[in-house]
């Protein structure tokens, strides 16, 4: 009898970048191995999502003022790893966004949270790394949030599922919101918020809003307005209301999710510890009107409705998603530009 020998490759190791705070461009983001060149890169925003919506040379702000470009905006990454890895899952993706909101909805929503964790992840990289440019040209140490740190630090351990065999026991790290948008074809809303973890992205006929470390708290929250919304299509300045609804819930959410992580064999388990944890205060601070409305005139800036008519009424802020009465609007009957 023939016997053939199988090799099994050796469990990956897990990769903190955090620790000794590697952001060179000499690492590859994701493993931390040592890349060949410094030109071994790729896009933050994929070359296909830029291309189809003329981004590469539109301006992109960073957190210090500084102005970049979306071209600019990449991070170091093995070659082996992006395509074995990255490339697969940017596929699967452009070609679900190609199709539309029934083809997102069909997607894992494990893959769509590590594709825009990826891509938020990539721009905190570039953040950091402007960051530690600007203190050590003024002479000074490099300075951040432990607390910050250690959302990033967890955010970039579970992007670690798309190279490694690393599964979430009996929870989601993340709360996902998708709805059927009757968008301007050409348009291409974009918008995160780094502190708190959220990114949203409204383009061809549907919106997607998530958070990405609140283990479905903000999901939990928001139950209510999610019935009555039901699978009903919305008009572009609903999802923006309720984008605004969640970015602002994000902020108020009060806890920091700690995990046990569980090494089994070559697997890697991770497991939620109770947000509750020992405190009796709710998961999220009270909501004040006044806030929520600043939030959205941001978000409705391109309807140009001020703050003093979104709250002209404190206890009842202007809505689009809801009439008087508390029933969802139809969007068809909402009068506005798309």
């Known amino acids: 009898m023939d016997f053939i020998l199988i090799f099994a ?3 990956a190791q897990i990769y903190h970048p955090f620790e000794k705070f590697n952001f060179s461009n000499s690492t590859c983001f994701l493993t931390g191995q040592k890349l060949t060149s410094e030109e071994e890169k790729i896009q933050v925003f994929p070359q296909w999502l830029m291309s189809r919506y003329n981004l590469e040379d539109q301006p992109f702000k960073l957190l210090d003022e500084s102005m970049a470009t979306y071209k600019d905006l990449k991070i170091p990454c093995a070659a082996q ?3 074995q890895w990255l490339e697969p899952l940017e596929a699967e993706i452009a070609a679900a966004f190609e199709i539309g909101y029934e083809a997102v909805k069909d997607l894992d929503q494990l893959r769509l949270f590590q ?15 402007s960051g530690i440019k600007l ?13 910050i740190i250690h959302k990033f630090s967890n955010l970039h351990l579970m992007l670690q599922s798309i190279n490694q065999p690393i599964f979430f026991e009996d929870f989601n790290p993340f709360s996902l919101f998708l709805f059927k948008v009757d968008n301007n074809e050409k348009e291409f809303g974009y918008r995160d918020e ?9 383009i061809k006929d549907f919106g ?3 958070c990405l470390q609140d283990n479905g708290a903000n999901r939990n929250y928001h139950r209510e307005i999610l019935e009555k919304i039901g699978d009903n299509p919305l008009h572009p ?9 969640v970015f602002y819930s994000a902020y108020l959410f009060n806890r920091l999710p700690e995990y046990n992580i569980l090494p089994v064999g070559d697997d890697t388990f991770i497991e939620a510890m109770s947000l509750r944890g020992i405190s009796s205060k709710p998961l999220f601070d009270h909501w004040n009107n006044k806030t929520y409305g600043q939030v959205l005139e941001s978000f409705w800036k391109n309807w140009g409705f001020l703050l003093l008519e979104i709250i002209k009424n404190p206890e009842e802020p202007m809505s689009f998603l809801f009439n008087a009465d508390g029933n969802f609007t139809d969007a068809g009957t909402i009068e506005l530009a798309r």
């Not at 203190?135 to 949030?145: A, C, D, L, P, R």
């Open 9 to 11: 490759p050796m469990p």
């Open 208 to 210: 997607l809003v998530i």
């Open 115 to 129: 594709w825009a964790g990826k891509l938020l992840y990539g721009i905190i990289f570039n953040e950091i790394q």
């Open 237 to 245: 300045i609903q999802f923006e209301e309720f984008s605004g609804r």
């Open 194 to 202: 780094i502190n708190t973890m959220t990114f949203a992205l409204r």
């Open 81 to 83: 790893i992006n395509e």
């Open 135 to 147: 203190q050590h040209s003024q002479g000074e140490e490099f300075n951040i949030s432990q607390a």
